[in-house]
């Protein structure tokens, strides 16, 4: 006799994430208006050529440039097989170095989390670290929205901030602002600044520099990200350009870093790697100005409390994708959006999310998922590409963007239901699986030879063609197919004659060698 | 060495003068050329705009008409089918095959190359005895690029070339925008790609743009009539293909 058991049910599918990760319209169209912006354009075109040309230079020149990836490959691989006992780890040595960890399912519970802190301090102000994770659960609109005003340190990101504007770039937020508008922004926005300010990039940070030092000084709270956090040691690490962050690191009384949980790794030792493999990919420097670690609180020396906050916000979800999970290997260089010929003509907010780019175009419906409803712009990310694996080749640990790009499209048909798209897809597959079927096929398109002007080019199509005339002609399909003409008697001549050619190549060749033999 | 040849479904289709040319070209080196009749498209249409069941009954195709011992290798004028039959078949086959599938995809994309790669790699002949006396660019596809990595082979077998006045395309390495349904779907973006592109190739001064895909070139062909530029493009085998007693009859409009 037998128990029943039940029936063995999947496991409920973890939450998508919330927050800065899902835009308002598809990317094709969000991506028509920012193309008509020659700004724009211009503004990209030359800040990503510039960083592509540094980062090849800094890469190239190392010897074991590409075993460094595949250990930060291996690494990342590894900590994501194993991510839970890690991040438990990480949370033990950060509480026993006495710091407080604090785990946040979504955007609004991190928004939460973090607002009930700062409250707790008094304050009604936090100076912010540059943090991607941050912009992504939309902490500045919450902060603000319950009487808290969030200062933005990093120069590119106080533009965006005193702009109301959104960060288009990983790295570079403010990458599609040029200095001009940048002095238009800070003479609308900065109390009390130089009325003659000009656009020279020194003066502009200078004026930046004068409005934050009073807040450095004054804040009793920040707010951060984290690069990387190390389970093995309870350590945080932040990595910048500007000086900004071991600023609001070290003096405010307390320090809050929300961290997206799959930015863990195991050893202190993994750092080697990765603290070769960012600065070079991203701003195409052998190493970043500042680094800051920390581990816990250590009393008279820095902030008197420390709050990790550990956000998933949908990674546990797109940790459920074994193959889509590579996503979140990614350590947010940007490498891939100054290497996309996507990204570079349509700049980041044509993508909708916090991230852009193609790992944007991978990670966001992994994250935030991409059939909230029907028409979800997310399930336009993961065609927002010509497939040309230009990202694969700059990412620092080797994540096959293209063939997630595949993936994800795949994911995307399986689930729509019937579409005009798949209805001609499935015609065609009928068509080519049947040899016989596939000729005629093939004859019936000769009558687009009907259609052709006079030069033997076609110039115009309907829908959903339209879209490549506008801007291509097509030729007219020729007369014949190539496997007509192999079979025809004029294909058989012209390949006899390549063979007789070859024939007396070789009989020429060998008299030569009998010539030398007899010599 | 017999050589199998995959016409692919474009190139039989709309482009047959590239493939004719990777005929004759092989043939006039002293190999055997067979063409599987029953052959037809490897699928990658469908596998890139996400389709991966439908394709099934073509890779499993692909994978019997090319299997047959007697064919030493399998060749086809084209870097992004030959990308997807190394690529592709597997992944769908792991999926949606079955197991005499899957082992079929194993052997057959093991001996599949991509037409420079063929010459240099596996037949080891840079000089094929071309004649091509005109200016000429290379455009290197993506997938050739970088799926296959053929590196500099294309550029190897052009260097060789007899008469040939061989310039450098700035910014080569840039897709040129088509992506297949990409250039559908996001055909604003593409547009812009593709502007750059032909851009890059008229100031070069080239009478020819050619490349090892004639899906690439149906696109910046597309771009440069529509310009009149006055720069054609020229798939890489016609090149290859051409002698002095058999030029190649430039002003055929197919690419």
Known sequence: ?519 | MRIGLFATCLGDTLFPDAVKATAILLTRLGHDVVFPPGQTCCGQMHINTGYQREPVPLVRNFADRFGDASIEAVVMPSGSCAGSVRHQHRIVADRYGDAALRAGVETVSAKTYELSELLVDVLGVTQVGAYFPHRVTYHPTCHSLRMLRVGDKPLQLLREVEGIDLVELPGAESCCGFGGTFALKNAGTSTAMLHDKTDSITATGAEVCTAGDSSCLMHIGGGLSRIRSGTRTLHLARILAATRTTPDALTEASV
């Open chain 1, 1 to 519: 006799m037998s128990t029943f058991l039940g029936m063995p049910a999947p496991p409920p599918r973890p939450p998508p994430g919330t927050g800065n990760l899902r835009g308002d319209q598809a990317f094709p169209r969000a991506a028509h208006d920012e193309l008509g912006n020659d700004q724009l354009r211009r503004n990209l075109g030359r800040a990503t050529s510039t960083i592509r040309a540094k980062r090849l230079h800094v890469t190239g020149e190392l010897p074991d440039w590409e075993a460094l990836r595949d250990a930060g490959s291996a690494i990342k691989t590894d900590t994501m097989n194993r991510l839970p006992e890690l991040l438990e780890q990480l949370e033990r040595k950060v509480t026993e170095r006495g710091g407080t960890v604090h785990w946040a399912r979504d955007a609004a519970e991190a928004n939460e989390i973090v607002a009930r802190l700062v409250k707790a301090t008094g304050s009604d102000e936090v100076v912010k670290v540059k943090s991607m994770a941050t912009q992504e659960i939309g902490l500045n609109e919450h902060l603000e929205s319950v009487g808290i005003t969030p200062y933005e340190t990093d120069l590119a990101e106080l533009i965006v901030q005193l702009a109301h504007d959104k960060p288009s770039h990983i790295l570079v937020p403010a990458i599609h602002r040029n200095r001009d508008e940048i002095r238009q922004i800070f003479l609308d926005r900065i109390p009390g600044v130089d009325p003659e300010l000009d656009n020279v990039p020194a003066h502009l940070a200078a004026a930046a520099r004068g409005y934050l030092r009073e807040k450095f000084l004054t804040a009793k709270v920040a707010v951060s990200g984290a690069n990387f956090g190390i389970a093995e040691t309870g350590t945080l690490a932040v990595v910048e350009s500007e000086g900004n962050g071991r600023m609001c690191l070290t003096l405010p009384d307390t320090l809050i870093t929300v961290m997206g949980i799959e930015k863990v790794l195991p050893r202190y030792q993994d750092l080697e790697v990765f603290l070769q493999l960012l600065p070079r990919s991203s701003t195409g420097e052998r190493m970043n100005p500042y680094t800051s670690l920390w581990t816990g609180v250590t009393p008279g020396d820095g902030p008197r409390d420390f709050h990790l906050v550990l956000l998933d916000n949908g990674r546990t979800a797109a940790l459920a994708d074994t193959i889509g999970r590579a996503a979140l290997n990614c350590i947010r260089c940007s490498a891939c959006l100054n290497v996309c010929p996507v990204y570079e003509r349509t700049g980041g907010h044509a993508y909708g999310s916090t991230y852009p780019g193609p790992i944007g175009a991978v990670l966001t419906p992994q994250l935030a998922g991409m059939h909230a409803a029907k028409d979800d712009p997310n399930s336009s990310l993961p065609y927002a590409s010509s497939l040309c694996g230009a990202c694969f080749d700059a990412c620092p640990v080797k994540i096959d963007i293209p063939s997630l790009l595949v993936e994800l499209r795949h994911q995307h048909t399986e689930q729509t239901g019937v579409t005009t798209e798949k209805l001609a897809m499935k015609a065609a597959a009928a068509v080519m699986r049947r040899p016989g079927l596939y000729t005629t096929a093939q004859k019936a398109s000769g009558l687009g030879r009907v259609v052709a002007g006079r030069d033997g080019t076609i110039s115009r199509l309907p829908p959903p063609f339209s879209g490549w005339s506008d801007s291509r002609d097509t030729a007219a399909p020729p007369r014949e197919t190539f496997r007509s003409w192999f079979a025809s008697d004029e294909g058989r001549a012209a390949l006899r004659a390549a063979a007789t050619e070859a024939n007396s190549a070789r009989a020429e060749e060998n008299s030569d060698h009998d010539e030398k033999d007899a010599t």
